[in-house]
């Protein structure tokens, strides 16, 4: 099987590769990573120089590097590639449109015309928008609130019309809140961990009572195989845990965990438009692939803290560099 993996240096992207080269040591993976503020080549030292584990430098908006590399011959293509930050995308949408939109129809035209036998979009939750009760299923309509969303929703749409125009392969995910090693500090969880570290005040949007189900990012990368495996072509597969949570309630638990005063919340202004809660019904993919998650909550949660203090060095590089003048403009008028 030989994988183009996109996006392949970030947070799940390389989760993900390091998962493929566990469980399928014989799969062949070629990584397209353009290395924005998000791609740390860090993230994947220990398989860089791996047989098996090529890397390339590019966009996945380039057409032209995108058709060279596909006349390689690929089986199946897994698109992590996405600018993924909501906070960001409303700072300036710009690089969302470009980036996932117009990139992920530039791939879908290649897997279109180079005869790709498996399209994975990797997907989010976020273009459901937000459900007070109940759970979104993949019939549920799509109502996206931030230009993030909006543009992952582009995305999925063009799947879907390459899918009945074309004939292109595609199945979209959409996953849930993610967390685990190597995710980039501006999300929550790292975010907190590391703020917590450094006793600086942890921001709280609005009044902390925005909802977000929490999946361990190993169980999303087995979903993800599983539906490389199994999954019906132009399927739409939800991936979520059932651990719904707080923001309140999670950092209240990571600041409990590292020991650290309750007093460091800090309560901010909200984000615009800010999605109150989401929530999935995951039966599709239980059902027809087998797949559920692992990982208890609670195990994932303290893995992951560990991680963050196991590795101080990988989040402080990152903190004193782009990071920091974003946090700046972030925060300081908050
Ligand atoms: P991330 O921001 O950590 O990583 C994104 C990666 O994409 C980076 O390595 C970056 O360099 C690369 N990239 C950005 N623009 C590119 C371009 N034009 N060409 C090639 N590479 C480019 O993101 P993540 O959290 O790992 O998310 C990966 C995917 O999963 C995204 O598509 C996101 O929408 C989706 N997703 C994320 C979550 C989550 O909780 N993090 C949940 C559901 C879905
Ligand atoms: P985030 O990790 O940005 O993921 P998403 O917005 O895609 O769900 O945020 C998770 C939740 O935490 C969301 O409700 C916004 C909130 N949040 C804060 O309260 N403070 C913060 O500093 C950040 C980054 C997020």
Same mark, same amino acid.
Request: proline share 4%; glycine share 6%.
């Given at each position: 099987? @030989?994988?183009?993996?996109?996006?392949?240096?970030?947070?799940?992207?390389?989760?993900?590769?390091?998962?493929?080269?566990?469980?399928?040591?014989?799969?062949?993976?070629?990584?397209?990573?353009?290395?924005?503020?998000?791609?740390? %080549?860090?993230?994947?030292?220990?398989?860089?120089?791996?047989?098996?584990?090529?890397?390339?430098?590019? *966009?996945?908006?380039?057409?032209?590097?995108?058709?060279?590399?596909?006349?390689? =011959?690929?089986?199946?293509?897994?698109?992590?590639?996405?600018?993924?930050?909501?906070?960001?995308?409303?700072?300036?949408?710009?690089?969302?449109?470009?980036?996932n939109v117009k990139?992920?129809?530039?791939?879908?035209?290649?897997?279109?015309?180079?005869?790709?036998?498996? $399209?994975?979009?990797?997907?989010?939750?976020?273009?459901?928008?937000?459900?007070?009760?109940?759970?979104?299923?993949?019939?549920?309509?799509?109502?996206?609130?931030s230009p993030y969303?909006?543009?992952?929703?582009?995305?999925?749409?063009?799947?879907?019309?390459? $899918?009945?125009?074309?004939?292109?392969?595609?199945?979209?995910?959409?996953?849930?809140?993610? $967390?685990?090693?190597?995710?980039?500090?501006?999300?929550?969880?790292?975010?907190?961990?590391?703020?917590?570290?450094?006793?600086?005040?942890?921001?709280?949007? =609005?009044? =902390?009572?925005?909802?977000?189900?929490?999946?361990?990012?190993?169980?999303?990368?087995?979903?993800?195989?599983?539906?490389?495996? @199994? =999954?019906?072509?132009g399927e739409i597969?939800?991936?979520?845990?059932?651990?719904?949570?707080?923001?309140?309630?999670?950092?209240?638990?990571?600041?409990?965990?590292?020991?650290?005063?309750?007093? %460091?919340?800090?309560?901010?202004?909200?984000?615009?438009?800010? *999605?109150?809660?989401?929530?999935?019904?995951?039966?599709?993919?239980?059902?027809? %692939?087998?797949?559920?998650?692992?990982?208890?909550?609670?195990?994932?949660?303290?893995?992951?803290?560990?991680?963050?203090?196991?590795?101080?060095?990988?989040?402080?590089?990152?903190?004193?560099?782009?990071?920091?003048?974003?946090?700046?403009?972030?925060?300081?008028?908050?």
């Amino acid at each position: 099987m @030989k994988l183009l993996v996109t996006g392949g240096v970030g947070f799940i992207g390389s989760n993900f590769i390091r998962h493929i080269r566990q469980e399928h040591p014989d799969w062949e993976i070629t990584n397209l990573d353009k290395l924005t503020y998000a791609g740390n %080549l860090e993230n994947l030292k220990d398989i860089q120089d791996q047989p098996g584990y090529h890397f390339v430098k590019g *966009d996945i908006a380039d057409r032209k590097l995108v058709d060279k590399l596909l006349s390689q =011959g690929f089986d199946v293509i897994v698109n992590f590639a996405a600018e993924s930050h909501v906070d960001r995308s409303i700072l300036d949408a710009s690089p969302f449109i470009e980036t996932n939109v117009k990139g992920t129809q530039v791939l879908l035209e290649g897997a279109k015309r180079h005869g790709i036998q498996r $399209f994975i979009q990797v997907s989010t939750d976020e273009v459901y928008g937000s459900i007070d009760s109940g759970r979104f299923t993949e019939e549920s309509p799509l109502s996206p609130n931030s230009p993030y969303s909006a543009s992952k929703t582009a995305a999925d749409l063009l799947c879907r019309a390459y $899918f009945k125009t074309h004939h292109v392969p595609a199945i979209v995910t959409r996953c849930t809140n993610n $967390f685990g090693p190597y995710q980039f500090p501006e999300k929550l969880i790292p975010l907190a961990v590391t703020n917590a570290l450094e006793d600086k005040p942890v921001p709280v949007y =609005g009044d =902390g009572l925005n909802i977000r189900d929490w999946i361990f990012v190993t169980d999303h990368c087995r979903a993800l195989d599983a539906v490389i495996q @199994k =999954g019906k072509l132009g399927e739409i597969y939800n991936i979520g845990s059932g651990n719904e949570k707080t923001n309140l309630e999670l950092i209240r638990k990571l600041l409990e965990q590292l020991d650290k005063p309750q007093s %460091l919340i800090q309560f901010v202004t909200d984000r615009p438009a800010h *999605d109150r809660r989401y929530a999935l019904n995951c039966a599709r993919i239980a059902t027809e %692939l087998g797949w559920k998650p692992a990982y208890s909550f609670e195990k994932a949660l303290s893995a992951t803290v560990d991680w963050y203090l196991k590795n101080e060095s990988w989040w402080r590089s990152i903190k004193s560099g782009e990071y920091s003048r974003y946090y700046k403009k972030m925060y300081l008028k908050r």
